[in-house]
């Protein structure tokens, strides 16, 4: 009897241990963090950028302003959000702020053309230029900045105690957090704007114009769709969802359906940011104020039921 208690208190443990990990490590299993990582999700609330407003957390149907500066990058680790926001030019900070707003507090300015974090339970890992170019990484609390790969880095990638970063020369490359065993995955692609989504690494090709996708372990290459051809495009589930530069709309393709898209929602501009929380699409369009280029919309991931955010 006692035995049988022991195993199913360590089958609880076991649980608990993987859905805690589970939590740290989903709001990197889309393309958030690609496209600018203005939404997010945690403990029953949706946390996004207004652009140019702030932090705003959204939940059971009331809205708090946790910020009032224009964040990227967001990334929920425990209680707090980890952003990023511009200092000047080429310069950006490292700040958190508590779920409830309080506590806001400045990590780490950092100088650096790639304006993208990833944090784990540990460290905050980001691309930078101040000692010749490479990865960085740093504690949570600001304190112990480590240069982990120094090298010319084009786009990375954190998961799994791995970095997955493009190389000067478009290469898709991997190398442990601590700096060790850097590889070459393929020397016959030439990549733009990963995203390290369960197995694979997807990529803009832009010699072929088109989506493709190679295994974590360099093994295997093949073509999503011929169908993406811009760098804007958010991996979640079992779809793509991209831009559609020429015909300015956010499109959508079925994994494995390459002939096959759903027009979602026709934009007013060339460019956009596509992040998906809570089968909810937030994106980028042309603001309804004069003084700002864009602001943040929302539509449902099957084109449906757009649902304005007031500004």
Same mark, same amino acid.
Not at 5 to 33: A, C, D, P
Not at 62 to 76: G, H, M
Not at 91 to 97: C, T
Not at 260 to 282: A, R
């Given at each position: ?13 076991? #649980? ?7 939590? $740290? ?23 996004? +950028? ?6 705003f957390s959204v ?16 990334? #929920? ?48 890992f980001y691309a ?9 990484? =740093? ?7 480590? =240069?982990?790969?120094?090298?010319? $880095? ?11 970063? $493009? ?41 072929e114009n088109a ?9 295997? +290459? ?48 060339? +460019?956009?940011?596509?992040? #998906? ?35």
């Open positions: 009897m006692r035995k049988k208690v022991r195993l199913v208190v360590l089958l609880i443990v076991v #649980i608990v241990v993987i859905v805690g990990i589970s939590k $740290v490590f989903s709001q990197h299993e889309n393309g958030n963090i690609a496209n600018m990582g203005l939404a997010c999700e945690a403990k029953g609330a949706i946390y996004y +950028n207004k652009y140019e407003k702030g932090i939940k059971n149907g009331k809205e708090t302003r946790l910020t009032e500066e224009t964040a990227y990058s967001l990334n #929920i680790v425990g209680n707090k959000i980890y952003y990023i926001t511009v200092a000047d030019f080429n310069n950006v900070v490292i700040k958190s702020v508590d779920l409830d707003g309080k506590n806001l507090t400045n990590i780490a300015t950092i100088y650096t053309s790639i304006s993208k974090i990833f944090v784990d339970k540990k460290f905050i930078t230029n101040e000692t010749g170019k490479g990865i960085a990484k =740093i504690d949570l609390n600001g304190e112990n900045e480590q =240069i982990v790969l120094t090298e010319n $880095v084009q786009d990375f990638w954190v998961k799994q105690n791995k970095i997955y970063f $493009v190389n000067q020369s478009n290469q898709i490359c991997k190398v442990d957090v601590s700096g060790e065993n850097n590889r070459v995955l393929s020397d016959n692609i030439s990549a733009r704007k990963i995203q390290v989504i369960g197995k694979w690494i997807y990529y803009y090709h832009p010699n989506l493709f996708r190679l295994k974590n372990d360099g093994k295997k +290459n093949e073509l999503v769709s011929t169908l993406i051809h811009h760098e804007t495009y958010n991996i979640c589930g079992k779809y793509v969802y991209y831009f559609d530069r020429e015909n300015s709309k956010i499109a959508r393709m079925k994994i494995g359906k390459s002939n096959q898209c759903d027009d979602l929602i026709s934009l007013n501009v060339s +460019n956009t940011k596509i992040n #998906i929380v809570n089968n909810q699409i937030y994106y980028l369009d042309k603001a309804q104020d004069s003084s700002q280029t864009y602001q943040i919309y929302r539509i449902k991931t099957n084109g449906k039921s757009v649902k304005p955010i007031e500004y």
